[in-house]
């Protein structure tokens, strides 16, 4: 049975009334700092991978299960709605019951899920596994954050941070990598086989490891009208930029989603001001670097994942890369991530975060440019440059702003606050999916007919053309069986240069969206309650 820490913790605009009570630090395995770290990286690691490495495995998923094209989009899409709905009340679970429990039943849950997948012999099956993996993965990872805050002290905080921002990055950029090895050289099912055996030692761990911590004026009741506003609000938000591409951006129904999230939020919002003990108390926001913080998330994940979404496709369709070939050349990416994140933490320690994240989105917006003058001739070295200039500007934003956001929250809500950093990224990286993919649709059908005509192609009715439309989005050339070799060759060229032409301007929007990242970055500053897990871990 383990011993439970006592902390106090001010308001989001007052500094921390009193320190941890023995600021000893530890000695033992038992709530040990690193290890602590180590513990938690784990578990995440199986959260962030799971976030990529499925998207190698769906086509052979629809092959073997027979389903359909829908079905297998709801394969990621379930993941992420449950992930995104349930972040924040997940976090509020972990200020009330403790970050221990909720990150080992995240854990223990997320690996027996991804077991009940391997076993699934239906999509219904596969889908309903996705959603629960997705619920237990939103229980992991704001407890993670929990835990570092309370076990680092002060100083140390931002290099944790951004050793765990580290681990995310890596997980994400090496999915498409290690999916394609398993799946062509093992079975998709060995995609979430591989989630048991990381789920039992980050199980392991965790229970010798992971101590016990909850602030002294932990909530102690839930909010539950909050919860059912707020998720529903999350729920038609995401669910309509999920759709978006399908039913159109001018649908009737994909505003009417839109238009009940906001009046979800507006509820949310009015009724957190009149409940005891809220889901987010609203004040939270009143502080301007942890808002800051969360916008910066925001923006951070529209340039990164809606530019990196197009990236992938052009890799594999406009390049002809193997799956594994399109990992294998996002590693600068990734590399640099890994190397930038824990001087990133060394620097916003030293510095404090406002330059360091200003000059990560400034670089962002860089690489963003530089992916916009990408053709279907750029050389591998060329591609390289701009890919690890992007890793090297995302490293100090993704430690800097999750160091702002859970920081600048009192102590008794940092599972709150880690809901928040998580559900921010959640929600930029379907916007910037959704608001790209429409810019890159808008570009192909603009171009399209046009780039046809020009090449002396014979002319399309509007059918073939739509159809012609939604292939050329992805990278792909809409060739007819039996074209003739020189016909092939001139609408392979004509759907690869629009292709381009739209995945430029959509790489231009996302440079433009980091510039606005760069002024929101300004507003940031040290978190003002980061004392109060100051060597909180004392055993």
């Not at 919002?269 to 409940?275: G, I, M, N, S």
């Not at 032409?501 to 978190?527: D, H, N, P, Q």
């Amino acid at each position: 049975m383990t011993s439970q820490t006592t902390i106090s913790a001010t308001g989001p605009g007052d500094k921390a009334s009193a320190a941890p009570s023995d600021p000893t630090p530890s000695t033992g395995l038992r709530g040990h700092p690193w290890f602590t770290l180590i513990t938690v990286a784990v578990g995440v690691m199986m959260v962030a991978l799971d976030g990529t490495i499925v998207a190698i495995a769906n086509p052979a998923i629809q092959k073997d299960l027979g389903a359909s094209f829908a079905d297998v989009q709801w394969i990621t899409n379930g993941y992420f709605l449950a992930l995104a709905v349930s972040l924040i009340t997940a976090g509020k679970l972990g200020d009330r019951f403790g970050h221990r429990q909720t990150f080992l039943i995240g854990v223990t849950g997320f690996a027996l899920a991804s077991g009940a997948i391997g076993l699934s012999h239906s999509i219904a099956f596969v889908v309903t596994f996705r959603v629960l993996q997705g619920l237990f993965g939103a229980l992991l990872m704001p407890a993670a954050l929990g835990l570092l805050r309370a076990t680092f002290p002060a100083e140390k905080l931002n290099m944790a941070i951004g050793l765990w921002g580290m681990v995310i990055g890596a997980s994400t950029a090496g999915g498409p990598i290690l999916g394609g090895v398993l799946v062509e050289h093992v079975n998709w099912q060995s995609v979430f086989f591989i989630n048991v055996p990381v789920g039992a030692i980050a199980l392991t761990l965790g229970l010798l490891i992971l101590r016990d911590h909850r602030a002294e004026n932990a909530p102690r009741s839930f909010d539950i009208l909050g919860i059912v506003l707020l998720s529903g609000a999350m729920f038609c938000l995401v669910w309509a930029l999920i759709k978006a591409p399908t039913w159109g951006w001018g649908s009737a129904t994909t505003w009417t989603f839109l238009a009940v999230s906001v009046l979800g939020f507006a509820l949310f919002a009015f009724w957190e001001q009149r409940v005891k003990e809220p889901l987010i108390p609203l004040g939270l926001f009143r502080s301007v670097p942890l808002s800051a913080g969360v916008v910066l998330m925001v923006l951070m994940a529209i340039a990164f994942m809606g530019g990196l979404f197009f990236v992938t496709f052009y890799l594999q369709n406009v390049h002809g890369m193997s799956p594994i070939d399109a990992g294998l050349h996002l590693l600068p990416l990734t590399g640099m991530m890994i190397v930038g994140s824990p001087l990133a933490g060394a620097a916003i320690t030293k510095l404090g975060p406002r330059i360091p994240l200003a000059g990560g989105m400034a670089a962002t917006a860089i690489a963003m440019y530089g992916m916009s003058t990408l053709t279907s001739d750029t050389g591998s070295g060329v591609m390289s440059i701009w890919f690890a200039l992007l890793g090297f500007g995302l490293a100090p934003v993704m430690v800097g702003a999750t160091e702002v956001i859970v920081g600048n929250a009192p102590m008794e809500l940092s599972g709150v606050a880690g809901g928040l950093q998580q559900a921010a990224m959640q929600i930029g990286g379907s916007l910037g999916t959704a608001v790209l993919g429409a810019v890159m649709a808008s570009r192909v059908d603009s171009d399209l007919a046009g780039n046809w005509a020009d090449a002396g192609l014979p002319k399309l009715t509007q059918p073939q053309l739509d159809a012609a439309a939604e292939a050329v989005q992805v990278g792909v050339a809409p060739v007819a069986p039996n074209t003739p070799e020189a016909i092939a060759a001139k609408i392979t060229q004509v759907a690869h240069d629009t292709f381009i032409s739209g995945m430029s301007l959509a790489c231009l929007v996302a440079a433009g969206v980091a510039v606005v990242a760069v002024f929101v970055a300004l507003l940031t500053k040290r978190g003002e309650n980061a004392e109060a897990g100051a060597g909180a871990a004392h055993i």
